[in-house]
Nanobody, 124 residues
């Protein structure tokens, strides 16, 4: 059973930056992708960004393009989310997810494993 451990959340003022990390406990799949989703209070969980761990192809939700950057370290089975120019509407619990297929997807139903989430709060 793969475990995903997130870190890096916290409280930041609007315009600030945070970097989230997510490490997988083991490499179960020969090719896989990892993604970030978020869930604000009272809202459904939504896609943020995802990346193919082997080739580095990435996809983003429109509202974070140009502000967030997803990257990976294959040697460490770790994915990162650098979040810049944060806005109060970015406040949410951020979840890391792993998909046992090479190509990143925006649909959360495509993901096989999930982390427990890390809180990101952006104050105005």
């Amino acid at each position: 059973q793969v475990q995903l451990v997130e870190s890096g959340g916290g409280l930041v003022q609007a315009g600030g930056s945070l970097r989230l990390s997510c490490a997988a406990s083991e490499r179960t799949f020969s090719s896989y992708s990892m993604g970030w989703f978020r869930q604000a209070p009272g809202k459904e969980r939504e896609f943020v960004a995802a990346i193919s761990m082997r080739v580095g192809i990435s996809v983003y939700e429109d509202s974070v393009k140009g502000r967030f950057t997803i990257s990976r370290d294959n040697a460490k089975d770790t994915v990162y989310l650098q979040m810049n120019s944060l806005k109060p509407e970015d406040t949410a619990v951020y979840y890391c997810a792993l998909r046992g297929s090479a190509w990143p997807q925006k649909d959360l139903r495509e993901y096989d494993y999930w982390g427990q989430g890390t809180q990101v709060t952006v104050s105005s």
